[in-house]
């Protein structure tokens, strides 16, 4: 058996949602079926509850626009036996959308649990709406199986409760299951939680994974895993296959192909994922397997994280560096942050990379790590530059190459970019440079044209 993911773009417009049709229709035996929201429409909930929250009226006409994309796309898709239970269901999920928008507009809070809630309801209503145009499909509740716990203020999933979860929750016989990909509830208080933005991908592989599924197939907008961002690189081409290190590696600097926490639970498994194109379904895309041209050198990509800041501690270096390195390391994987070893020979010291929205909390926690010995050691106070971006080069046994990093730099360097830190030999697969965000996007045409095209 098989787990297809269709993403926002997929599942957004009845054009869409007619090719949707074909592609599962078409699969002769059992499948499951994981659909994002309807394109947009996790932004415009967010959008929406922002406006109630500031008691701005406007948040009304959002709420109308809401449920009227909503009834277009039903009365093109749905076929109309099965329309008026389809408005059913969906207008019950609207009018409790209405209510929580009022009763967020009336305290002018918004909590993060109501926005998690409010954000809901864009998988719960387009997986209605699929398991409404798939013929002999049946829907299922992905609350009851999907669960998260807290972790340092995030909702992160508890995948062994969640596997045992899911494997009841299949048990039964169906033929085309149809799950809203995204939202989780909490294991302990059972409220409405999900698994981060592009989550759909996770639900999907948590299901292949709990199921021992034979493939995970993402169905999204381009024909498969690019040689970089196809928006910003016209020239990228398709890569045919990877490996699940290299798709793990360029999804964490940033691909948005596949959300990065989906890769493990297949990968544990060994189960293949194919990347393929809703819009173009006769497009072979990528395959990523455990093996794909591991032993050669190739790269398969260029990408870039945006958004990204970097600490030095003891600036210069200090006697006892190892020690101050693995306190420093330690400390923040206590409280679960990861972070990206670099070297930047202009600083010394102990450098390493951290994504923006953990800036904050890295730094407390160096800062309390560290608060005993600061007076005595005033190197060890952290010094951090934001806004820069990590631009990664991803490729299996890129260790036999070893002078590719400094023509890398020194390309960038021509034209006048300045990286600010490296990291270049710890791994086979990944090099990557940090530099200022503003000149991401010419960093990334450089980079792709010196070693991709
Ligand atoms: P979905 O809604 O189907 O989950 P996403 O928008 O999350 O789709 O991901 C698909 C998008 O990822 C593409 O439209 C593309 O712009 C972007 N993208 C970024 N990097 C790459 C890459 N290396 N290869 C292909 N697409 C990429
Ligand atoms: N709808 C959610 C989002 O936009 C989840 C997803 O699409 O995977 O982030
Ligand atoms: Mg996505």
């Not at 002078?403 to 030999?425: D, P, T």
């Amino acid at each position: 058996m098989k787990v297809l993911k269709f993403g926002g773009t997929s599942v957004g417009t009845v054009e869409s949602l007619a090719n949707v049709k074909q592609i599962v229709e078409a699969i002769p035996e059992s499948a499951i079926i994981v659909v994002s929201a309807l394109g947009g429409i996790t932004d415009r909930l967010i959008n929406t509850a922002r406006l109630a929250a500031a008691d701005d009226a406007a948040y009304r006409e959002e709420m109308e626009a809401i449920s009227s994309r909503h009834f277009n796309v039903i009365s093109g898709i749905v076929a109309e036996n099965r329309r008026a239970e389809v408005i059913s269901k969906v207008a019950h999920l609207l009018n409790d959308l209405k209510r929580i928008f009022e009763g967020i507009s009336l305290i002018r809070h918004l909590p993060s649990q109501t926005l998690d809630l409010v954000v809901s309801f864009g998988e719960r209503m387009s997986s209605v709406i699929v398991a409404g145009m798939i013929e002999d499909s049946t829907l299922f509740n992905s609350l009851d199986f999907i669960k998260t716990e807290e972790w340092f203020g995030k909702n992160i999933a508890d995948q062994q409760l969640t596997s045992s979860l899911i494997r009841d929750a299949f048990s039964g016989s169906f033929n085309k299951a149809i799950v809203p990909g995204f939202i989780s509830t909490d294991r302990n208080n059972g409220t409405i939680t999900n698994l981060g933005r592009g989550g759909s991908d996770f639900t999907a592989a948590l299901i292949a994974a709990a199921l021992d599924a034979e493939l995970l197939e993402i169905w999204t907008d381009v024909d498969g895993f690019m040689t970089a961002d196809p928006r910003l690189i016209p020239n990228a081409t398709v890569v045919d296959m990877m490996s699940f290190v290299e798709s793990m590696e360029l999804c964490t600097y940033g691909a948005k192909v596949i959300y990065p926490p989906t890769i493990y639970p297949v990968f544990h498994k060994n189960i293949p994922i194919k990347i393929l194109n809703t819009f173009h379904p006769s497009a072979p895309g990528t395959l990523i397997t455990d093996s794909a041209n591991e032993n050669e050198f190739s790269i398969k990509g260029v990408s870039i994280l945006r958004g990204t800041s970097l600490f030095t501690i003891a600036q210069g270096s200090l006697e006892n560096m190892p020690e101050i390195e693995s306190r420093t390391f330690n400390s923040l994987s206590r409280r679960g942050i990861k972070v990206y070893p670099v070297a930047s020979p202009e600083r010394g010291g102990i450098n390493f990379a951290v994504p923006a929205d953990d800036r904050h909390i890295a730094l407390n926690v160096i800062l309390s790590e560290f608060a005993p010995d600061l007076q005595a050691t005033p190197s060890l106070q952290p010094v951090v530059e934001d806004n820069l971006s990590t631009l990664a080069v991803v490729g299996s046994g890129l260790k036999s190459q070893p002078r590719l990093g400094a023509r890398i730099r020194h390309s960038m360097m021509r034209a006048g970019i300045s990286v600010k830190a490296f990291s270049e030999g710890t791994s086979d697969s990944t090099l990557s440079f940090m530099i200022d965000c503003g000149a991401a996007n010419d960093a990334l045409r450089i980079v792709h044209e010196l070693v991709v095209e």
